[in-house]
């Protein structure tokens, strides 16, 4: 049974450029979360979705990040337009339910460093 | 808005010792509290779920403790081994319950030395 999968596990961007991050879920698990973890800092909460909706994206910045979780295929993290300030661990984890009952499920994370 | 501080930042100790982690949280309406291990480069692995209605959590050697009306929680390893080390995250649930949206402390960092 994999757990939650995601790539790239590295990511070089050039300020200005987009950074495309994948997530794919625990089978069966249609809760997808996306957290940041910003150097010498814990993981802070960015958005929420479930398949095909946003639920809470209240930690999304407003400008140049986007998410969606799309019927078929992974959950992407899209950030447009790259600044150094983006260079962070990105993590993804996935639940089957959308309440606080079951654990996380958390995948390795992408690591972002813009140059 | 809640808050999550987890003390000591960072702690070393020597092979088979007994150690608690602290965390705390400055809203008590909390519906559960996590305690996650985070290897380096790795993702978080879930250690301990513990119910808001709940006072602790075994698995192993590792006991979760919950004190909601005070803020606190501790996460108690005894017979430390090296294997052990990595960072310990505490996160909490603050809202209904009706999302697994988590605030997380910034984590305690053990080294276990053999």
């Known amino acids: 049974n994999a757990g939650v999968m995601q790539n790239p596990r590295h990511l070089v961007r050039r300020r200005g450029q987009e950074a495309r991050l994948r997530c794919s879920p625990v089978?069966?698990?249609?809760?997808v979360y996306w957290y940041r973890q910003l150097p010498e800092e814990g993981l802070k909460f960015m958005v929420y979705?479930?398949?095909?909706?946003?639920?809470?994206e209240s930690g999304m910045p407003k400008e140049r990040f986007s998410a969606e979780f799309p019927k078929e295929g992974p959950s992407i993290l899209r950030i447009q337009q790259v600044v150094r300030g983006d260079s962070a661990a990105y993590f993804c984890?996935?639940?089957?339910?959308?309440?606080?009952?079951?654990?996380?499920?958390f995948g390795n994370g992408t690591r972002l460093t813009v140059t | 808005k809640q808050e999550v501080t987890q003390i000591p930042a960072a702690l070393s100790v020597p092979e088979g010792e007994n150690l608690v982690l602290n965390c705390s949280f400055t809203?008590?309406?909390?519906?559960?509290l996590q305690w996650f291990r985070q290897d380096p480069g790795k993702g978080l692995t879930s250690l301990l779920l513990?119910?808001?209605?709940?006072r602790e959590q075994t698995s192993g050697r590792l006991n979760a403790s919950l004190d909601k009306s005070s803020g606190r929680s501790t996460l108690y390893i005894a017979a430390s081994q090296p294997g052990d080390s990595a960072t310990y995250l505490c996160?909490?649930?603050?809202?209904?319950?009706?999302?697994?949206?988590?605030?997380f402390g910034q984590g305690t960092t053990l080294q276990v030395k053999p």
């Open positions: 984890a996935s639940s089957p339910l959308g309440t606080g009952d079951s654990p996380l499920h």
């Open positions: 089978k069966g698990h249609s809760h």
């Open positions: 979705l479930q398949k095909e909706n946003i639920i809470d």
């Open positions: 809203d008590s309406a909390i519906y559960n």
């Open positions: 513990i119910q808001s209605s709940q």
């Open positions: 996160a909490v649930n603050s809202g209904s319950g009706n999302t697994g949206k988590l605030i």
